[in-house]
Each structure stands twice: as structure tokens, then as C-alpha cells.
């Protein structure tokens, strides 16, 4: 016997079928509520900002392993945009961060949820299976050098180092202009160098360039080594306690321009860059919050503050100012870590310092 269905019931039928197919398009079934760090960090659902806020007013904190302060302000407005969060940080030196980070995951300790350390800190880290993988839909915006292979981090800044000098010490015609320039008497006792691992990549691009034999003549030069950042060297540039360093970043110099502060930046042939990556660790506590602050240092938002902090973009959806022609992206070499303990016992032998 056939079943008669009326028109009413086939239109019915027919618009059930439609949304869900709309709704399957979208992405909206596409998977169910992510509950581990993976499926958090992965997750692409049309309800992925939804669920991701909720999940962080329920978290209610963040912790980040980063270095320096020079990006606060960037941190400042993703609390102000999500201000249920409450934001916690740990800063250092990123050999520093790094070992700390693997002594605490020996121990079973694992308490970090977003990280922003520079890229040669994160190798290590990526290979003891401390980091997650992870999605954006910014990273779309992204160029694809800039977004590890494994997707285990994206650049999310860059800067580059060479040199810094005193404007009311050093005229901008008196300024060394090459690396060779550094090697002038009237330079001996004036330069100060940093002592933390940007020293040992400083000299990392100086051996691009030059061979061992110039960098013992730079020891020569009686340069002054701190045990601080190049951040702080910057500002003792600024002072006057120093009237230049041939390892100061242009957006330090930048941002300090910006107030009024007496510097300026030139690049001495080939320079070493920062390149800093946003991580979320794989045992997070907290990676509902860890994935809301990855989407917003890699959004436009994000990135626009770091640009108005000196710094560069890999956005190709953003304008960078003027880039040095020659970049070294040591930290993406293969034998960087071996390169990086010669580069430091070198420096240990010709300044004296370096960690």
C-alpha cells in the first residue's frame, strides 16, 4: 500500500534537510565540544570564539613565560579585552625561560599556559614534546616561513640587532657605518655589550661575516660586557654610561625615539633578528585562555601594537617601515645549538662574558 505524504510534510522535510547542511557547511557540527589541550588548541568550529571565552571565564587565568617587558602593552589589551582573565607572567633571559621550563617538566611540574620566547628557546622545547600544535584563523594572514612546520609556534614579532648610538655623543656622520668602523681607537672603552644569549647571536652574524680573528680584535676594544638585557643596554646607551653598542634592537630604539630619548639605529651589514614565537604549551592548565591570547597577538589588533612598538610583522596583511638587507635567521639552521656554545665560549675568550 503506498504512503501518501502531504506537500506540507515534504517541504518540512526538505527545509530540516536544507539547515542542516547549511549548518554542517559552516562548521557548526563539524566537531563536537574540544575538552584536551590538543583539541582546545585545534579546534575549528563556528563556535570556536564562544566556546573558547567561555572556557577562560571558568579558567580565570593565564600564566606566560616571556622575555623582557617591552611587550606589556600588548598584554595590557588583551586583559582589557578579556578582563575576567587574570594575567600572570614570568620574564627572563630566553636560555633562562627555556631551562626553566624543562626542569619543571622533569619534575612533573607543568604550569605554564601561553609562551613567548624567541625562536632558538622553542627548538628544544618543540623536541621534548613541551609544546601543542596549533590552528588560527589568522594564521591564514601569515607567511608561511614565519609558522614552524609543525605548526608548534607562528612569529608573532621580529626585530633585528646591530648598532645603537648616543646622538649627544655620536653624530650621525661620526657613527660607524660597517663592522670594520668598530675597530676605530676612538671607540675603545665606549662600547658596551650585553651579556645574556644576545651576545652569542650578535656574534653568530658577525662570523657570517668576519672570521674569529676580527672578533678577538673587537675584544680589544676594551668593550664593556652587563649582565643584562640588550633592553637594559639600550637604556644605558640612552644615559650616556655608554656611548654606543653594536648589539641593540631597532624597536628598542624605536620605542625609546618615541619619548624623546637620545638614540638612534643603523645596521652594520648583515644583522641577527629576533624572532619571537606564540606557543601554547602542551600540558596547559589554562588553554581556553592560552588560545584567546594566540588569536589576539596574531590578529591585526595584536600586531598593529607591535608594529607602534618598533617591531616587525609577518602579517602580509600589514606594512613593515624600511628591513635591513641582510637578515640572519640563525635560529632556523639546523646546527644552531652546537653554533650557539661555540659562539659563547668565544665570547667568554675575547670579552669576557656572555651566558
Same mark, same amino acid.
Given at each position: 500500500m503506498r504512503t501518501i505524504r502531504s506537500s506540507a510534510w515534504r517541504g518540512a522535510v526538505a527545509?530540516?534537510?536544507?539547515?542542516?547542511?547549511?549548518?554542517?557547511?559552516?562548521?557548526?557540527? #563539524?566537531?563536537?565540544?574540544?575538552?584536551?589541550?590538543?583539541?582546545?588548541?585545534?579546534?575549528?568550529?563556528?563556535?570556536?570564539?564562544?566556546?573558547?571565552?567561555?572556557?577562560?571565564?571558568?579558567?580565570?587565568?593565564?600564566?606566560?613565560y616571556a622575555i623582557g617587558t617591552q611587550a606589556d602593552p600588548v598584554y595590557k589589551a588583551f586583559n582589557e579585552k578579556y578582563p575576567f582573565l587574570r594575567i600572570e607572567t614570568k620574564r627572563n633571559d630566553t636560555a633562562v625561560m627555556t631551562r626553566l621550563m624543562m626542569e619543571e617538566a622533569s619534575a612533573g611540574a607543568f604550569n605554564v599556559?601561553?609562551?613567548?620566547?624567541t625562536a632558538g628557546g622553542l627548538y628544544?622545547?618543540?623536541?621534548?614534546?613541551?609544546?601543542?600544535?596549533?590552528?588560527?584563523?589568522?594564521?591564514?594572514?601569515?607567511?608561511?616561513?614565519?609558522?614552524?612546520?609543525?605548526?608548534?609556534?607562528?612569529?608573532?614579532?621580529?626585530?633585528?640587532?646591530?648598532?645603537?648610538?648616543?646622538?649627544?655623543?655620536?653624530?650621525?656622520?661620526?657613527?660607524p657605518k660597517t663592522l670594520d668602523d668598530?675597530?676605530?681607537?676612538?671607540?675603545?672603552?665606549?662600547?658596551?655589550?650585553?651579556?645574556?644569549?644576545?651576545?652569542?647571536?650578535?656574534?653568530g652574524s658577525v662570523l657570517k661575516q668576519k672570521d674569529e680573528a676580527f672578533v678577538r680584535r673587537l675584544g680589544q676594544q676594551k668593550m664593556r660586557v652587563y649582565e643584562v638585557s640588550a633592553r637594559a643596554v639600550a637604556n644605558l646607551v640612552i644615559s650616556g654610561? #655608554?656611548?654606543l653598542s653594536p648589539a641593540i634592537f631597532n624597536s628598542h630604539v624605536a620605542n625609546s625615539r618615541e619619548t624623546g630619548a637620545p638614540i638612534a639605529w643603523r645596521?652594520?651589514?648583515?644583522?641577527?633578528?629576533?624572532?619571537?614565537?606564540?606557543?601554547?604549551?602542551?600540558?596547559?592548565?589554562?588553554?581556553?585562555?592560552?588560545?584567546?591570547?594566540i588569536d589576539f597577538v596574531l590578529s591585526v589588533e595584536g600586531q598593529k601594537i607591535f608594529q607602534k612598538l618598533g617591531y616587525s610583522t609577518a602579517r602580509t596583511d600589514l606594512q613593515n617601515g624600511d628591513k635591513p638587507s641582510t637578515i640572519y635567521y640563525l635560529a632556523d639552521e639546523p646546527d644552531y645549538i652546537a653554533n650557539y656554545e661555540k659562539w659563547i665560549a668565544l665570547a667568554r675568550s675575547a670579552f669576557g662574558g656572555g651566558k
Open positions: 527545509a530540516a534537510s536544507f539547515a542542516a547542511a547549511a549548518l554542517a557547511q559552516t562548521g557548526a557540527f #563539524a566537531q563536537s565540544p574540544p575538552k584536551t589541550v590538543a583539541e582546545i588548541a585545534n579546534y575549528k568550529g563556528a563556535d570556536r570564539q564562544m566556546i573558547f571565552v567561555e572556557g577562560a571565564k571558568k579558567e580565570g587565568r593565564l600564566l606566560l599556559d601561553a609562551i613567548e620566547l628544544p622545547l618543540r623536541d621534548a614534546g613541551l609544546l601543542q600544535p596549533y590552528w588560527s584563523p589568522e594564521l591564514a594572514a601569515y607567511r608561511k616561513d614565519a609558522i614552524e612546520p609543525g605548526n608548534h609556534w607562528v612569529i608573532d614579532y621580529e626585530s633585528y640587532l646591530s648598532l645603537g648610538y648616543n646622538t649627544n655623543l655620536v653624530s650621525e656622520a661620526d657613527a668598530l675597530l676605530d681607537p676612538k671607540w675603545q672603552g665606549k662600547m658596551a655589550l650585553p651579556g645574556t644569549s644576545t651576545l652569542a647571536n650578535w656574534l654610561e #655608554a656611548a645596521a652594520l651589514g648583515g644583522v641577527y633578528p629576533t624572532t619571537d614565537g606564540a606557543v601554547i604549551a602542551a600540558h596547559a592548565p589554562h588553554p581556553f585562555a592560552a588560545m584567546l591570547f
